[in-house]
């Protein structure tokens, strides 16, 4: 006997405004709805039975009536929720308004309920009781080792909604370990390799709702960072998608009339250096082959930085990454060993920001403050050294301490941790624990003078002109200049520009943007033609051999790098080693006087190549004016936020407390053997 067909409805809880991350301030300025689709949901359909079919609701694109909302509830066999900490008041509110009183059961996974379990098991706070009655499953770590027990359990105990406390899916090993243990961070019966798996349910969403999209390569960290939770329910080390799934994910992207930016959501993008390496070298196939429609940009552990993955950053630069985010979280050594942030002691982490700068890559970072070591003067060291290195995207968080991690634990062992009712933002909340070299009061506003310090306009279009100072923008550039994008620029102008108070400002960030890419655009010309004059001309390449003194060899060995990505960029019916090995023979040909006319010949020709792909770049509206606008628009979200943060800081009231618990009901067990989907 079959078993009966089933209707889910996937919802996606609404971001608050007061997060940096959401970007709702700037989503009309620059035509969409939401900046990122809900990717967790999207794969955990994928992985449900076929008898399972969906729709999805997400209420950072739409927002309907309560009355619309309830209906569509109601109609459903099952709720499946994916959130991370930051979305409870918008569940909470779902569940005490719409869904209240409803048959309808409710299944909540994601980074959420993986790390705040015990929260919403006894509750203590009301809003933790409305989610303690109001759900009847959780879903510890990756939802795809559940669906099995998830199916089951839907048809079964859990097909109709109640109040009693829910049913807990998670590992033995997991239950039975201590709050803050690291111990089953490697155990692979645990932490399962990904296996191939099917790309998520884009069928689900209209993309034009969405600034960016996403796709996971891998998941899981090897760094054992003392406030971190992602590791504690995604592992201590990197698994990654197969070759074949992360071409699968990328080429059904496109097939759905997509170009743009692409968030490689990774955990850790270089946590597994063997596996990315094979992973990029997919992506830049899949670019070259496809005259590059998307541009990447991931998050990644400092040591991207190191000798031991320079290797990397060339290859993230040929895939067509854009930006990367890095935890930098506190320039203070000290305060980095405090938080067992090991990666970030072994680089000079200037030097490693200037690198990546270099390789045309914009740095985004995060920055934590409240470390044991960190005084009222360390908000103006973070400042200052975001400014220093040209971070523009400063994310700047107080530091929160995250449930089942090793800092939370410490602080509860040593009487100095403080419940909140949301504890989940870092941007807006009381301080949660007692700091020792400041006081609360000194910690909060040393963190919103920070904030003052690098989002107000003039603060961040400065930074954003030193970057664009030291960014040197790759012809590897993804994506297509779109009609949205015109609309953002004139919204921008508007808005920013004539309206802003910070005008001057502004426009200069623009000017600079707009006269770096006249002079390189006048430079590539200039040595476009001048190797087009010296190709034409039977005498200027010499029939033998080159000099071997530095000042003739090393222009040569730096045009074969340039002749080397043009060869990648325009030739993409050409393996990347056979390009690789033709540049490597090349110079070494050059250094040992042995480079034929024909060689340099082909040299030159190539290097051409590359000046002209390099003056489309900077044609109008070139690389770095573009840069300035969207690192202008992102500014006037960033500047809102920090607003309204500051503005709120004499406002907030005290905590509550609710002395409501529920006993869990856990169901605990090994993975059954299903593929596990991204978080």
């Given at each position: 006997?079959?078993?009966?067909?089933?209707?889910?409805?996937?919802?996606?809880?609404?971001?608050?405004?007061?997060?940096?991350?959401?970007?709702?301030?700037?989503?009309?300025?620059?035509?969409?709805?939401?900046?990122?689709?809900?990717?967790?949901?999207?794969?955990?359909?994928?992985?449900?039975?076929?008898?399972?079919?969906?729709?999805?609701?997400?209420?950072?694109?739409?927002?309907?009536?309560?009355?619309?909302?309830?209906a569509r509830i109601a109609a459903a066999d099952a709720v499946f929720v994916s959130?991370?900490?930051?979305?409870?008041?918008?569940?909470?509110?779902?569940?005490?308004?719409?869904?209240?009183?409803?048959?309808?059961?409710?299944?909540?996974?994601?980074?959420?309920?993986?790390?705040?379990?015990?929260?919403?098991?006894?509750?203590?706070?009301?809003?933790?009781?409305?989610?303690?009655?109001?759900?009847?499953?959780?879903?510890?770590?990756?939802?795809?080792?559940?669906?099995?027990?998830?199916?089951?359990?839907?048809?079964?105990?859990?097909?109709?909604?109640?109040?009693?406390?829910?049913?807990?899916?998670?590992?033995?090993?997991?239950?039975?370990?201590?709050?803050?243990?690291?111990?089953?961070?490697?155990?692979?019966?645990?932490?399962?390799?990904?296996g191939r798996t099917p790309p998520p349910r884009w069928d689900l969403i209209d993309?034009?709702?969405?600034?960016?999209?996403?796709?996971?390569?891998?998941?899981?960290?090897?760094?054992?960072?003392?406030?971190?939770?992602?590791?504690?329910?995604?592992?201590?080390?990197?698994?990654?998608?197969?070759?074949?799934?992360?071409?699968?994910?990328?080429?059904?992207?496109?097939?759905?009339?997509?170009?743009?930016?692409?968030?490689?959501?990774?955990?850790?993008?270089?946590?597994?250096?063997?596996?990315?390496?094979?992973?990029?070298?997919?992506?830049?196939?899949?670019?070259?082959?496809?005259?590059?429609?998307?541009?990447?940009?991931?998050?990644?552990?400092?040591?991207?930085?190191?000798?031991?993955?320079?290797?990397?950053?060339?290859?993230?630069?040929?895939?067509?990454?854009?930006?990367?985010?890095?935890?930098?979280?506190?320039?203070?050594?000290?305060?980095?060993?405090?938080?067992?942030?090991?990666?970030?002691?072994?680089?000079?982490?200037?030097?490693?920001?200037?690198?990546?700068?270099?390789?045309?890559?914009?740095?985004?970072?995060?920055?934590?403050?409240?470390?044991?070591?960190?005084?009222?003067?360390?908000?103006?060291?973070?400042?200052?050294?975001?400014?220093?290195?040209?971070?523009?995207?400063?994310?700047?968080?107080?530091?929160?301490?995250?449930?089942?991690?090793?800092?939370?634990?410490?602080?509860?062992?040593?009487?100095?941790?403080?419940?909140?009712?949301?504890?989940?933002?870092?941007?807006?909340?009381?301080?949660?624990?007692?700091?020792?070299?400041?006081?609360?009061?000194?910690?909060?506003?040393?963190?919103?003078?920070?904030?003052?310090?690098?989002?107000?306009?003039?603060?961040?279009?400065?930074?954003?002109?030193?970057?664009?100072?030291?960014?040197?923008?790759?012809?590897?550039?993804?994506?297509?200049?779109?009609?949205?994008?015109?609309?953002?620029?004139?919204?921008?102008?508007?808005?920013?520009?004539?309206?802003?108070?910070?005008?001057?400002?502004?426009?200069?960030?623009?000017?600079?943007?707009?006269?770096?890419?006249?002079?390189?655009?006048?430079?590539?010309?200039?040595?476009?033609?001048?190797?087009?004059?010296?190709?034409?001309?039977?005498?200027?390449?010499?029939?033998?051999?080159?000099?071997?003194?530095?000042?003739?060899?090393?222009?040569?060995?730096?045009?074969?790098?340039?002749?080397?990505?043009?060869?990648?960029?325009?030739?993409?019916?050409?393996?990347?080693?056979?390009?690789?090995?033709?540049?490597?023979?090349?110079?070494?040909?050059?250094?040992?006087?042995?480079?034929?006319?024909?060689?340099?010949?082909?040299?030159?020709?190539?290097?051409?190549?590359?000046?002209?792909?390099?003056?489309?770049?900077?044609?109008?509206?070139?690389?770095?004016?573009?840069?300035?606008?969207?690192?202008?628009?992102?500014?006037?979200?960033?500047?809102?936020?920090?607003?309204?943060?500051?503005?709120?800081?004499?406002?907030?009231?005290?905590?509550?407390?609710?002395?409501?618990?529920?006993?869990?009901?856990?169901?605990?067990?090994?993975?059954?053997?299903?593929?596990?989907?991204?978080?």
């Open positions: 006997m079959t078993d009966p067909a089933m209707r889910g409805l996937l919802l996606y809880p609404e971001f608050p405004a007061s997060s940096f991350w959401s970007y709702r301030h700037i989503m009309p300025m620059v035509g969409a709805k939401a900046a990122f689709p809900p990717l967790g949901l999207l794969t955990f359909a994928a992985l449900m039975p076929p008898d399972w079919s969906f729709e999805l609701l997400d209420l950072n694109v739409e927002r309907p009536s309560d009355e619309t909302l309830r959130a991370m900490s930051v979305q409870k008041p918008s569940l909470a509110a779902v569940l005490s308004g719409p869904a209240r009183g409803l048959d309808t059961p409710w299944v909540l996974g994601g980074p959420y309920p993986s790390s705040y379990r015990n929260h919403i098991l006894e509750a203590r706070t009301p809003s933790d009781t409305i989610l303690c009655r109001g759900l009847d499953v959780l879903a510890w770590g990756e939802g795809g080792q559940w669906v099995p027990e998830i199916d089951r359990l839907l048809r079964a105990e859990r097909r109709r909604h109640s109040d009693a406390c829910p049913v807990l899916l998670v590992p033995q090993a997991i239950a039975a370990q201590e709050p803050g243990s690291r111990r089953a961070l490697n155990d692979r019966t645990i932490f399962r390799e990904l993309i034009r709702d969405y600034r960016a999209m996403m796709v996971q390569t891998t998941v899981g960290c090897r760094f054992r960072c003392d406030f971190c939770d992602i590791i504690q329910f995604n592992g201590g080390f990197t698994r990654p998608k197969t070759l074949e799934s992360v071409r699968e994910e990328l080429d059904t992207l496109l097939s759905l009339g997509y170009t743009g930016g692409v968030f490689t959501v990774d955990d850790n993008f270089v946590g597994n250096p063997d596996a990315i390496e094979s992973i990029l070298h997919v992506m830049i196939d899949f670019q070259r082959a496809h005259d590059y429609p998307f541009s990447f940009y991931t998050q990644a552990s400092l040591d991207l930085g190191s000798p031991k993955l320079a290797h990397l950053l060339p290859l993230m630069k040929t895939a067509g990454f854009s930006e990367v985010f890095l935890g930098i979280e506190n320039p203070d050594p000290a305060a980095l060993a405090r938080m067992n942030k090991k990666q970030n002691l072994k680089v000079e982490i200037g030097e490693t920001v200037a690198a990546i700068q270099q390789a045309g890559i914009e740095v985004m970072a995060g920055f934590i403050f409240g470390s044991d070591e960190d005084t009222i003067e360390t908000a103006d060291a973070i400042a200052r050294f975001a400014t220093n290195v040209a971070i523009p995207t400063a994310m700047a968080g107080m530091l929160t301490p995250i449930p089942h991690t090793p800092l939370a634990e410490r602080l509860r062992a040593e009487g100095r941790l403080r419940e909140a009712e949301f504890s989940g933002n870092n941007t807006d909340d009381e301080v949660q624990f007692v700091p020792r070299r400041m006081s609360a009061e000194e910690m909060r506003q040393g963190y919103y003078h920070m904030l003052e310090r690098l989002f107000t306009p003039g603060a961040m279009y400065r930074r954003s002109g030193a970057l664009i100072d030291r960014l040197e923008p790759h012809i590897f550039h993804g994506g297509r200049t779109r009609s949205a994008d015109v609309r953002a620029a004139l919204r921008s102008l508007w808005r920013q520009g004539i309206a802003g108070e910070a005008r001057r400002e502004y426009f200069r960030l623009l000017w600079q943007g707009m006269s770096r890419d006249l002079s390189r655009f006048r430079e590539a010309r200039r040595a476009a033609a001048r190797l087009q004059r010296t190709l034409r001309s039977p005498d200027a390449v010499p029939r033998a051999t080159v000099s071997t003194t530095p000042a003739d060899t090393d222009p040569l060995l730096k045009l074969v790098d340039r002749a080397r990505d043009a060869v990648l960029r325009s030739q993409p019916e050409r393996a990347f080693t056979d390009v690789d090995a033709w540049a490597a023979g090349l110079k070494r040909k050059i250094e040992q006087r042995a480079a034929s006319a024909a060689d340099l010949r082909t040299l030159y020709r190539w290097s051409r190549e590359y000046f002209l792909r390099q003056r489309q770049l900077h044609r109008f509206p070139g690389a770095y004016l573009v840069k300035a606008f969207n690192l202008a628009i992102k500014g006037l979200h960033y500047d809102i936020v920090m607003s309204d943060i500051v503005r709120a800081s004499n406002a907030e009231p005290a905590p509550r407390r609710h002395d409501a618990r529920c006993s869990p009901t856990a169901a605990t067990g090994a993975n059954d053997g299903a593929r596990p989907s991204v978080p």
